[in-house]
């Protein structure tokens, strides 16, 4: 982003990020330009005004002048279909960093028209078009990729339109406030679960629970690969994996301890390892608990438990 489209941007936006919502595009907030094909047009119909007047053609002129007042009327369409568009957050899902976090848009057409070819953009993303029909509601979700754990913030909307001849470019921003949950990618690899000595619950007594094969399942982002089913999706012929899943009768509980991996210096590997072990832990069916310096929880594997020991590791170190 250069300078001045970064002063530009702050300007557009001034004392409006987040900002209070219903968010609504209002005439001072839409701003109007021609595009390459605009300035293509307006260029023909120079060029056919100065052959209509060196040469005093009658019709020349009318068309000129006829063509001239399509592309004024296109002005006021194209600013007319995003204009009073009103803009407010709606959802947004967990996800691991690395993934796509989505984040749910609400679109509000208080107009008794249609607003068709209606773009959505986030920066550096591919936009997303949709028409949103009359006095009707639309969610749209956005796509925006993360990189490390802790919450992602939705960064500025623009929202644009050519719409209907393409000739006009009519656009706008946005900054409604809504967060996603980054979870921690979880290790590609990591060690045994840990054996607590003198405990009940350690990894020796669980090891029933992970040899019994149940059934399969469809894959899931944080499922380890040694659990995958190569044999029988090579069998079926199917692109989608199937992860194995195990049960058994000695389902124990296990205590997931920070201190258990001093052999990891770099503290974002000791997070990864244990959203790893998490992870493998819900797969399993199997009971944990998780211990970090500062927090602890209590053993126990439904799924409310699971996401909330993956948001206190993403959340770990950071002020929320």
Known sequence: ???????????????????????????RRVFVLPTRHGLGY????????????????????????????????TILHTFRNL????????????????????????????RRQSRPSIRLRLPGQTPVE???PESDSLEVILEMPSNRRGWLALPRITLETTYPLGLIRCWGYAAPELHCLIYPAPAPQAPPFPIMPGEEGGANSMATGMEDFSGLRAHQ???????????????????ALLTKQFSGAATQTLWLDWDQLAAYGDIEQKISVLTRWICDAHTLGLGWGLRIPGHELAPA???????ACLKLLALYGQTT
């Open 221 to 239: 982002q944080a499922d380890p690969l040694r659990h995958v089913a190569w044999k029988a999706v090579a069998r079926i012929d199917q692109e």
């Open 42 to 73: 307006a260029l023909a119909l120079l060029v056919m005004l100065v052959g209509a007047i060196n040469y005093n053609l009658s019709l020349g002129h009318a068309l000129v002048f006829l063509l001239a007042g399509l592309g004024a009327t």
């Open 1 to 27: 982003m250069t300078f001045v489209q970064a002063r530009f941007f702050r300007w557009a936006l001034r004392g409006r990020a987040p900002e209070a919502v219903p968010i609504r595009l209002t005439q």
């Open 130 to 132: 949709v028409e949103i």
């Open 301 to 307: 594997s439904d799924q409310a438990h699971f996401h």
């Open 83 to 110: 204009a009073q568009l009103q803009i407010r957050p709606s959802r947004c899902t967990q996800a691991f960093a690395g993934e796509m976090a989505h984040f749910g848009i609400v679109l509000d057409n208080l």
